[in-house]
């Protein structure tokens, strides 16, 4: 009497798929979500640094810009300078925070040793960079709402919405944008002095000089086109644009303009972000 072992003629298991047939077809939701919880779960468990300190951090901002600069009923655009600030304010510590996320998670794992964990599961790149990307925005969205809510009980700041399509969008296309420069930077990077340089002679400079505490108008004409310039620009002026009703983009043609190329630029981004996960460049070398 024989003994049956299970196998079959494919050369597999009766218990097993054939071999060299994939077992996970399609995209792997499993795996996907299991990143994206790592990474939230990672970020949740600091929350008093990756959350509540960078909403107080921008509500010292809105503190000190406004009593030094929004005294005598001050207007911009129409309205307070409290509410003319607040809203740039918001998005500025969204897209910050998505790229302080983001650009930890792959350059952790090199300084650790670990980063085999999260290129060994069978994950595809495009899964590996969705699953952070998500995770970056999911902070962006929680450090947003933070600050929304702060800045909505300190007195003289008004936070009615006028268009929500315009938050919704430009505060996603913003973290998004941000999310997806700090994967790039995180794949770049070999140590953490690499990561601070990006943060502080790139993304705080483009942050500030984007006209969160004022209009372009006011500015020269050379400044004004270098401010053109800056795709954070757009971001803060279509977010403010969503509370106000008006920006310094221009109309509401214009301000669509703005929303169209946010997207194009992302594609753009995230299509080379992918190309580099997907040549290993820097992670498997």
Same mark, same amino acid.
């Given at each position: ?19 060299? @047939?994939?077992? %996970?077809?399609? #995209?792997?939701?499993? +795996? !996907?979500?299991?990143?994206? *919880? ?122 009615? @919405?006028?268009? %929500?399509?315009? #938050?919704?969008?430009? +505060? !996603?296309?913003?973290?998004? *944008? ?108």
């Amino acid at each position: 009497m024989t003994e049956n072992t299970g196998d079959d003629k494919t050369g597999g298991s009766a218990r097993f798929s054939p071999r060299g @047939v994939p077992v %996970i077809t399609g #995209v792997n939701r499993v +795996g !996907l979500h299991a990143l994206y *919880m790592k990474e939230v779960r990672r970020f949740l468990k600091v929350q008093t640094q990756t959350i509540w300190a960078p909403a107080f951090t921008t509500l010292l901002f809105l503190v000190i810009f406004t009593v030094a600069l929004g005294r005598g009923g001050r207007e911009v655009l129409g309205v307070p300078f409290a509410s003319f600030v607040a809203p740039g304010l918001i998005v500025m510590g969204m897209m910050q925070n998505a790229f302080a996320n983001s650009s930890f998670s792959l350059l952790s794992g090199k300084m650790q040793g670990t980063i085999i964990d999260l290129l060994m599961p069978p994950l595809s790149p495009g899964e590996l960079m969705t699953g952070i990307l998500a995770a970056a925005v999911t902070r962006a969205i929680a450090v947003g709402c933070t600050v929304a809510l702060a800045m909505a009980l300190w007195p003289g700041v008004s936070l009615a @919405v006028a268009h %929500i399509w315009a #938050v919704i969008w430009f +505060g !996603l296309m913003g973290s998004l *944008m941000l999310a997806t420069l700090g994967l790039a930077t995180s794949i770049w990077a070999e140590k953490f002095d690499h990561n601070a340089a990006i943060t502080n002679f790139i993304i705080a400079p483009l942050s500030l000089l984007s006209g969160t505490f004022y209009v372009i108008e006011n500015l020269h004409g050379v400044f004004q086109a270098v401010s053109r310039a800056n795709p954070f620009f757009y971001v803060i002026s279509g977010f403010r644009y969503g509370f106000l009703g008006a920006s310094d983009i221009g109309g509401t043609q214009a301000v669509l303009v703005a929303a169209a190329g946010l997207l194009v630029l992302n594609i753009a981004l995230g299509a080379a972000v992918y190309a580099l996960l997907r040549s290993g460049w820097k992670l498997k070398s």
